[in-house]
């Protein structure tokens, strides 16, 4: 099929050079998260898909790799004076409140794809518009919007500023009753998002929006991640696919996994790793992201073992491989052997308790609102 003239255009883009290479541009909003057992308020946390994505970034990727946010808060905001990832200022919005969300979790929640919490939200920042994007060239872009603020235009506007774009489906395909607010899923093909996929590098999605996504179709238009909770996630491209092994975890918050994971998945792809390997250290901070409530601590030592492991096992990055041109998708032959290393890794985030507190309810409060609330 012959380029439009947005994509010629975008073929022709300058390509950024110098210490921001690789710079990559995350778009979505932080929201507060309100984690709710039996009716009972269990835990008030920093949440939105960018919060999660920028803590895994800070933590993983390789040290040339920069990012910056593109977030909307109101006056509200309850983090602003929170140590990362919400130190990345977000754009104020005085006259909306924060995005919030109530995550009801049943009990019942056992198997690994039942839908383990309610979600409502409850409160709408302002929308992400196309020109609150900083006008210059990026490596990478993560579209992770939570409550319907990427629009269409600043997808398209991302896709045109970023050489390959990584998308969260739960940016496309919500919808939100009228009424209360809880949150059901639309067909990504009946979306005006579905005309852009041709021109996204992966779109991920949990295997509860896989339905929606439409994994046969979108696979002939851009690589289709599914996650697969505790089971870990497979690969879909055209011509092929791939199962990727998680690893294991005692569950306690499964909010975050999936923007974890994603982020998790392009600090791969940014240290050379293939695009299956790369899904290793997705699962790998999916994995991390549900052992504690809310964003995450890592331990330090884990982390820097996991530096340790890419150093040493990913390609040498003078082509990033970050690039719509160049992915490669196969697991590479030592696939099994990362796997292993970063079992090993993993075991060193239980070197010390993570600095949760216990309240009974299988949900611990890690972070605490340091202002509003
Ligand atoms: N209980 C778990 N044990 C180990 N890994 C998990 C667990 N839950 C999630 N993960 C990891 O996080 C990823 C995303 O989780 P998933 O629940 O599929 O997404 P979402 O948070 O979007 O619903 C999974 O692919 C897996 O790698
Ligand atoms: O758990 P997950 O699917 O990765 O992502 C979550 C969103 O679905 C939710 O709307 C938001 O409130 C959480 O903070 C988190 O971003």
């Known amino acids: 099929m012959p380029p439009d003239d947005d994509e010629a255009e975008d073929q022709q883009q300058p390509q950024p050079k110098g210490a921001h290479a690789l710079e990559g541009l995350v778009v979505g909003s932080y929201c507060h998260d309100v984690l709710l057992r039996g009716g009972r308020v269990v835990g008030e946390t920093l949440g939105g898909a960018a919060a999660f994505v920028s803590n895994v970034l800070d ?216 695009a299956t390997d790369a899904a290793l250290l997705g699962n790998f901070f999916g994995a991390a992201a549900v052992s504690q409530v809310g964003v995450p601590t890592f331990h330090p030592k884990m982390l820097q073992a996991v530096k340790r492991i890419l150093e040493d096992k990913a390609i040498p990055r003078s082509s990033p491989c970050i690039n719509g041109a160049f992915f490669t998708f196969q697991r590479s032959i030592m696939h099994d052997e990362l796997h292993a290393s970063l079992e090993e890794a993993a075991r060193l985030m239980h070197d010390q308790p993570p600095p949760a507190t216990e309240n009974g309810d299988g949900i611990h409060s890690a972070q605490e609102p340091t202002s509003g609330c």
């Open 59 to 274: 933590a993983a990727s390789p040290p040339e790799a920069a990012f910056c946010v593109v977030s909307k808060v109101g006056a509200d905001f309850a983090y602003a004076s929170a140590p990362a990832p919400a130190r990345r200022p977000a754009l104020l919005c005085p006259a909306r409140p924060t995005t919030s969300f109530h995550a009801r979790f049943s009990d019942a929640a056992a198997s690994a794809h039942a839908p383990d919490r309610q979600l409502r939200r409850v409160h709408a920042c302002d929308p992400i518009y196309p020109d609150d994007l900083p006008d210059r060239p990026f490596a990478y872009g993560l579209a992770v919007g939570v409550a319907g603020e990427v629009l269409p235009e600043t997808l398209e506007r991302m896709i045109r500023l970023c050489r390959a774009v990584l998308v969260d489906a739960q940016a496309l395909i919500r919808a939100f009753d009228a009424e209360d607010g809880g949150v059901r899923h639309v067909a990504l093909e009946g979306t005006p998002y579905a005309r852009l996929l041709q021109r996204v590098a992966f779109l991920k999605a949990s295997s509860e929006e896989a339905p929606y996504v439409g994994v046969e179709t979108a696979r002939r238009r851009c690589c289709v991640i599914v996650t697969e909770g505790r089971d870990g996630c497979r690969l879909y491209w055209d011509g092929g696919e791939a199962r990727v092994a998680p690893f294991p975890a005692v569950q306690v918050d499964p909010t975050g996994a999936g923007d974890s994971y994603l982020a998790g998945f392009a600090a791969g792809l940014l240290w050379g790793l293939s």
